[in-house]
């Protein structure tokens, strides 16, 4: 039997870390501020005693030009963001460290987005019958959850509703797993800097899908004229959308074992001579 996987969207937790806690974690001479490296351990190493007890975690970054290639297709994707802190920055680095230390495998493919490269390993897991969660808050994740065996990890929400699986998508959006980068081609996903169709919300783009349609298959009198003329536009905006399942990533890269309980973050940096 091998190990079921979580995967970790390495940048959406190092933000959680970074802001999320109430007071500064300061090294002893209170000169460093050691938030970001000790609340990315914590949190995982509570993650794991939580949700992935037996799971081999795997975490991915982002490569700093990772989004290169869908910028190629829009000038604009993820154009509004702004450069990282400082702090932020230097964490990062310390975070590999404290992962190498603990065991737990991390990549930073160059020339891609994390999006892609779970998506891939995603892909690779569940062809050797492996169940997989994803550790993120990222929605793109969620055309991913066509497979019942895999799932989307919130562990900032309440116990209660921290996974998202296929079976959620439709009665929370209205559309499936499988339309989501249709709908988010609609309606539009900030967060990256995809504007969508000025007019379409979440209710419209959900009514536009209804019954599984695609955008190829909305009949033409369902669309205003102006959405119409944007309809390459559209088109173009999925693909940007769609995660790519076979992104480039070294064979074998999975060890199929589960890792070791993680210590607490404070050993960690003390091991690190981080305080």
């Given at each position: 039997m091998t190990?079921?996987?979580?995967?970790?969207?390495?940048?959406?937790?190092?933000?959680?870390?970074?802001?999320?806690?109430?007071?500064?974690?300061?090294?002893?001479?209170?000169?460093?501020d050691r938030t970001g490296v000790f609340g990315f351990i914590a949190l995982l190493r509570k993650a794991q005693a939580q949700h992935a007890d037996g799971f081999e975690i795997f975490v991915v970054f982002d490569s700093e030009d990772g989004s290169q290639a869908?910028?190629?297709?829009?000038?604009?994707?993820?154009?509004?963001?702004?450069?990282?802190?400082?702090?932020?920055?230097?964490?990062?680095a310390l975070v590999k460290n404290a992962?190498?230390?603990?065991?737990?495998?991390?990549?930073?493919?160059?020339?891609?987005?994390?999006?892609?490269?779970?998506?891939?390993?995603?892909t690779i897991a569940?062809?050797?019958?492996?169940?997989?969660?994803?550790?993120?808050?990222?929605?793109?994740?969620?055309?991913?959850?066509?497979?019942?065996?895999?799932?989307l990890l919130n562990t900032a929400l309440a116990q209660g509703r921290r996974y998202t699986a296929d079976e959620h998508i439709l009665p929370r959006y209205?559309?499936?797993?499988?339309?989501?980068?249709?709908?988010?081609?609609?309606?539009?996903?900030?967060?990256?800097?995809?504007?969508?169709?000025?007019?379409?919300?979440?209710?419209?783009?959900?009514?536009?899908?209804?019954?599984?349609?695609?955008l190829e298959s909305i009949p033409i009198e369902e669309l205003r004229p102006a959405w119409a003329a944007l309809w390459p536009e559209v088109l173009r905006w999925r693909e940007m959308i769609r995660l790519d399942t076979k992104a480039a990533v070294p064979n074998n890269i999975l060890t199929t074992v589960p890792s070791t309980s993680l210590k607490p973050a404070a050993h960690v940096l003390e091991a690190l001579d981080l305080w």
């Open positions: 190990a079921p996987l979580l995967l970790v969207d390495g940048h959406y937790l190092l933000y959680r870390a970074w802001h999320g806690f109430a007071a500064r974690i300061m090294s002893r001479d209170s000169a460093i869908r910028a190629r297709q829009d000038s604009g994707y993820k154009a509004q963001r702004p450069a990282p802190e400082t702090g932020l920055v230097e964490s990062l992962l190498d230390h603990v065991g737990v495998q991390w990549i930073e493919q160059d020339g891609c987005e994390a999006d892609d490269v779970i998506a891939t390993l995603t569940r062809s050797e019958d492996r169940a997989v969660d994803i550790m993120t808050t990222d929605k793109d994740y969620i055309q991913l959850l066509v497979d019942p065996d895999v799932r209205g559309v499936l797993a499988e339309q989501w980068p249709d709908f988010r081609a609609l309606m539009g996903d900030p967060a990256d800097n995809i504007s969508g169709v000025r007019g379409i919300g979440a209710k419209t783009a959900a009514r536009l899908l209804i019954d599984g349609r695609r």
